[in-house]
């Protein structure tokens, strides 16, 4: 849009912002002095955000040096990546600073994106992935010389000024740049305004994202402009030339009908106009209409006064947009120069458009130009569609800028072949520039055009697989899935085995059970038929990378091996290095395998392998957490994460943030762990071990119903076994926890289904993390098998000691496991190693849990005393930390030391029977009584999780299947 003029902030009078004005014009007086600020404005459509930035920047007196001005488009026009920015940056396409960045190695290419008229060397290059990341940190090198350029120095320092109107139609890679100055702007003097509707988008849209991680930035402010008050209103209506009097009458009705929306007041002040200034009020002069369904009525009235030729241009106008060149308009219309401007000039006078500059017009409300394309018979709006393709393509040729809006033309006009082949074009030029949004949008309506446009059926396959692969880079992985299997089934049919394969490797990109990944390995080496054995050695090692290590997994490394010599193949060694890595890791060599993936990692970005790097960084970078080292392991997990980042892989990313959260949750640092939370989530919002997380916290503080609304489901598991033994397993140690124990039996059982002793796709974390969510139910209601799995499995694993993704140490987890197998000594070493790591790495609440571990050993070695001082310890850490959830159950451990009535023939807790404890004689006895668990809790003065630890101790001890036997057991011995 290049630089607004603001010579004329416009007719309609000014009140009812004063305080926001002021506050805008403190933030340009602080970034002329050097304290940049992003300032966010959110508002209903019509609420008046643009005419308050207009006011702002027509006080000449304001230290502005330079005012940038850049609009987003609206969805159906799909513009381009960092459209909004082009606009906007589009006078600095000749300035000494773009000058001095072209003559660098790399920086003109970088910014090749954002100034797609100035000639700059297009990339080359095979990470593709990566090139956005550049593109921001360019940019904002760039912004950043432009700022501190124009900024002068001494008193007379002014700050650039940069408005970017309706953010929410904007890509996610212009708003990425947004956040990337956020974090630079502090000591500039640049003032980035953001305006948007404040609509409530849904978790997943870019705005929402970008909105969540903006608010924790120190140098951005958000606020939000309200309707107008009753006292704004009547202050309009007075300026407008109503008696005070009567505008005091009309204000409240006005006020009630528009909620103060200042555009809708216009409406329908134009509306009554004919109603005389003074003489009786009647709030029925304004209309009887309800609003806002009455506002497209009113702009239907205003434009039935129109001249036939100013209503022509602007119905033209409108299938150019809400914003339209005057000179494109000119093209499209058959009027005289004279009568065109009278046209434009009569819009105008009436408000229904406004100059932005030279010869760039908008409308002054979306509605207003609904109004008038809705107007339109069809055949006259499919006409001026083609009409506007047609000058488009005159104007500006092949240029990669403009095809996005010629798709979106020649879509409207129904000219299939030409909407599709500038819809391809279009989808490129969004992925040259990492804009994957942005191209899904435009690959999908190319397959929608397959069939018109008289395409041959491969080209439907590879736009399958093109559309797959920007939906999982775009975080849709559900639907890239399918759109790839549609790809997949396209290639068969066609027997073109090569282009299977290909679409294959990119599905195994995409977490999924692996039985579907079996599948899809299967099928793809079937379409080969041994045409390609390059392709073969990939998916064999896919296909290893997640298998068991021995049996399928071992077999297919090998073949894969055996293929990759026969042929010469080298690049493909940093993954038959990487399976070697992780089973080092097994071995507990952690050094080795560390320095091992570190290597990997560098070798595969010097080939351009970001992917394969991505997930040497992760597997390397993230050993420090769960072996306990926390301080390190955070910082290299955070690096993880921002290479991550980088590479706009928000699954991964919002992985590992959540694990740094649940260090910080487990270290007691609750801000903290909000705070990383906000960034997974801004991240991936539809992160589920974000959603376990904070059930973690709720469930720690003791508020259980919180804790069962926030349980992530299994659907939200994409099918992955791994992913679902944690969804699982977090949902049974919640609902077990809050008294349910049937159900938590329940998940339980599903957690076992799901859980194997092979490797994940994530690797070593995945595994700890399915073993480590069920560290409070397991050792109470699993059957002996599966504790005596997970306890042998943790034993394998014996170098890690913490779990992020659950806040829990392993070590505390073994112990529990160990007591259940009575492996008394085994228990005690392991929480006597769980406390000393806790103490040293400062984790309280972890330290309490071994203190009550240890009691409970000491109290099936018959040392009550000793047993009670380790109770009372960790009761006093428990209330410190706001940990409810275990300060009751230190309260129903110190409950267990009670004394009890003597029981008939036995005289001490020594001669019961089998070690059974006077505590679970009591629960026998009431359990013959035919008492539920909770009833059982409320006569004891215990919690329901507590009787069922007993019951399930009961049954070991007594060899008892269930509760019958348990009462039977009771009658033989004697003791009931």
Known sequence: ???????????????????????????????????????????????????????????????????????????????????????????????????????????GADLAPLFPRAGLPARDEADSESARFRTLEAATGFLSAVARSDGGTGPARRALVVVLDDLHWADASSLLLVQFLARAIGGLPLLVIGLHHDTSPAREHPLSIALASLRRQANVETFALEGLTEEAVAKLLETSGTSADRARVLARTLRDRTEGNPFFLRELLAQASEVPAQGPADPRDVGASEVPASILEAVERRLDHLAAGTRSVLATASVLGIQFDARELD??????????????????????????????????????????????????????????????????????RASAELAYHYYRAGQAAEAFEAGLAAARTAESAAGWDEAARQYERCLELVGDARRERSEEGLLLRDLGRCLRLANAPRDAWGRLQSAMTVFEELRDGVEAAQTALEALRIPSPPGSREALVQRAIAALRGAHPELEVQLLLQRAAWSPPDGDGLASLERASALAEQLGIDDLEPIFSYVE?????????????????????????AVGRSGWALN??????????????????????????????????????????????????????????????????????????????????????????????????????????????????????????????????????????????????????????????????????????????IYDELLRWSWARFSPANAVGVDQLRGALALRLDLVEDADRHYTAGLDWAEREHLAVEA???LLGQAAVLIRRGQPRAAEARIERASAVFRREGTRLYEREAEDLANSLAGHEPTPGATSEAELPDGLSRRELEVIRLIARGKTNQEIAIELTISPNTVARHITHIFTKTGSANRAEAASYGFRHHLI
């Open 1 to 107: 849009m290049s630089e607004r003029d603001t010579t004329s902030a416009g007719t309609v009078p000014f009140v009812g912002r004063e305080a926001e004005l002021q506050r805008l014009k403190l933030a340009v007086a602080a970034a002329a002095d050097g304290r940049g600020r992003v300032v966010l404005i959110g508002g209903e459509p019509g609420i008046g955000k643009t005419r308050l930035i207009e006011e702002l920047l027509d006080d000449g007196a304001l230290p502005v040096a330079r005012v940038l001005w850049g609009r987003c488009w609206e969805p159906d026009f799909a513009p381009p990546p960092f459209w909004p920015w082009i606009e906007a940056l589009e006078p600095l396409g000749t300035s000494e600073a773009l000058t001095a960045i072209t003559t660098s190695t790399t920086g």
């Open 848 to 850: 309490g849990r071994c």
């Open 331 to 400: 093209e499209l219309t058959e009027l005289s120069e004279a009568a065109f401007d009278a046209a434009l000039q009569d819009a105008e006078r009436v408000d229904l458009i406004r100059a932005t500059g030279s010869s760039r017009y908008e409308f002054t409300h979306p509605l207003v130009r609904d109004a008038l394309y809705a107007s339109m018979p069809t055949r006259r709006r499919v006409r001026l569609h083609g009409r506007v393709a047609d000058y488009l393509l005159r104007a500006h040729g092949e240029d990669g």
């Open 581 to 605: 890595g992780n089973r080092a890791l097994e071995r507990g060599d952690l050094d080795s395998a560390r320095s091992q993936l570190r290597a990997l990692h560098e070798a595969s970005m």
């Open 616 to 789: 040497f960084l992760v597997s390397g970078n993230t050993i420090p957490l769960f072996e306990g080292r926390l301080a390190v392991g955070v910082a290299e997990t955070r690096a993880a994460a921002e290479f991550a980042h980088t590479l706009y892989n928000r699954l991964r990313e919002a992985g590992l943030l959540t694990w740094i959260s649940g260090t910080h949750l487990a270290l007691g640092d609750r801000d903290g762990a909000d705070t990383w939370l906000a960034r997974a989530t801004a991240a991936n919002p539809a992160n589920f071990g974000g959603k376990w997380l904070r059930a973690v916290r709720a469930e720690r503080a003791g508020d259980l119903e919180r804790a069962r609304s926030e349980m992530p489901a299994a659907g939200e598991a994409a099918g992955v076994p791994g992913w679902l033994a944690v969804v699982h397993g977090a949902r049974a140690r919640i609902l077990f926890h809050a008294g349910d124990e049937d159900r938590a039996r329940a998940e339980l059982a599903q957690w076992w289904r799901n859980w194997s002793p092979f490797r994940l796709a994530d690797g070593t974390p995945g595994y700890i993390h399915t073993m480590s969510c069920v560290d409070a139910v397991l050792p109470a209601l699993g059957d002996e098998r599966s504790v005596r799995a």
